[in-house]
């Protein structure tokens, strides 16, 4: 994995972040094209009625959110999809079919002891649904909506992957996850908390789990790592740092991420 992020560093400094949106555009290649309207209705509507934790806040400048699920799921995201497809509304909590009809590609390869996703879609997803930084979105630009909700979440995504790629062994890591969670069948929260939870002490705002906390972050790297998608992920992470948050990134990838 080290190879790969060092790649990813060469690139972030040395290529501008609009350029290498020209350069590595495959918005055709994978899936059903979005346009910046499309964004538009999903966005928008993403905001009009989320659940009551989405937002969850420990000061107005770090929204914890409610972690993948609830960008997916706790907000109005797939009502976003249904409108955008010219639907009413979503009818079920959990059902990503209309961003599969969206995008024209399955979100899921299969379903075992967790979703194994499609590397496929996380293409489609970064080439697609990563705004302009200075497009409106209503009355504000989406860089300021990315530094008022989003920028504690994509902060602390990224520095667990650094944290892991630095500190740890991903491959190590997630076998160890294997063994204990997936086919042990230890609680997947408690292990996580036990073995990631003291690290990157800045985004800890306390106990519960209706926000996203370190533990769960470490936790999505190495189950994407099971299912061989988190350099994908890492390569759609890395687009949306340069283009919204990039002087911190360039420093996180030259300094390396908190120790603690």
Known sequence: ????????????????????????????????????????????????????????????????????????????LLDGFARQLGIDRSHRFYDLKLIERAAKLPILLKEEEFGYYNPEIIV?????????????????????????VFRRFFRLMTESYLFLDKYRVIENDSRKYKEIVVEGGFEALTYLDKEYGNLLSEYDYGTGYSYWTVGMSFGFWLRRHLDGTDEYVWEGLTRLMNLYDRDWFEDKLLNGPSTM
Not at 133 to 145: I, N
Request: aromatic share 18%; net charge neutral.
């Open 1 to 76: 994995m080290k190879k790969h992020v060092t790649i990813f560093i060469f690139l972030s400094l040395f290529l501008p972040a609009c350029s290498a949106l020209k350069n590595f555009d495959r918005r055709s290649s994978f899936g059903e094209p979005l346009s910046k309207e499309d964004l538009k209705t999903i966005y928008e509507t993403w905001f009009e009625n989320p659940y009551e934790y989405m937002f969850e806040s420990c000061d107005k400048e770090k929204m914890l959110l409610g972690g993948v699920n609830g960008i997916l799921f706790y907000g109005g």
């Open 124 to 148: 489609w997803g970064y080439e697609n649904l990563i705004p302009s930084p200075e497009d409106r979105f209503r009355r504000e630009t989406y860089r300021y909506v990315y530094q008022r």
